[in-house]
């Protein structure tokens, strides 16, 4: 295995857990003296609302991640400590995952936990902007495939689909379901590949 999946081989094994923590914050549910199970599965919608959309949002941070690191070649320290920082914040969403769905449905409180979701999503945001930003500073870690003029060229392209996410923390503040469904909305844009790692032409055959 070369250095480069080496990277991606642990980075694999991060997103691994925290997609499938997101399934544990999902309790079974006690039947009230009010209803039966159908009520008490049907009263956590938010648990599954939530899941659903962290879901998506590591999913296909994994898909791009492993899109990206199929063009790289060689990695430095500043590109393992970027990734650390990316995995970082992965790992982490479980966390706002279990808060939000929590508290959804209670007044003050979805305000605050939708803004704490959403400052984490942020910081996924940021981290990942980062490692693409120092990827193709020089271009020097990229596989021959890459058209690495081009591949800069898509910064700011590329930080432009990071201002949604600052503007879901004040959403939060209106309506804490509607900034879960724009957090789904979001992973959705980012699983069509928006920003593609450009490349150079196959040269022609003879």
Known sequence: MNESGRVEAFSDGVFAIAI????LEIKVPEVGEHGGLWHALGQQWPSYAAYVVSFLVIGIMWINHH????????V???????NLLVLMVVAAVPWPTAMLAEYLREDAASHVAAAV???VMVLMALTFQALWWHLTR??????DRVDVPAARATRARFALGTLAYPVTVGLAFVSAPLTLAAH??????????????????????P
């Open 76 to 82: 430095d320290r500043t590109l393992m400590f970027l």
């Open 184 to 205: 789904g909305l979001i992973a959705l844009y980012y699983g069509f590949n928006q920003v593609p790692v450009p490349t150079r032409p196959a040269p022609a055959g």
């Open 67 to 74: 899109q990206l690191f199929s063009y790289v070649a060689h």
């Open 20 to 23: 499938t923590l997101l399934i």
């Open 117 to 119: 979701y959403s400052l």
């Open 138 to 143: 020089t271009g020097h870690l990229f596989d």
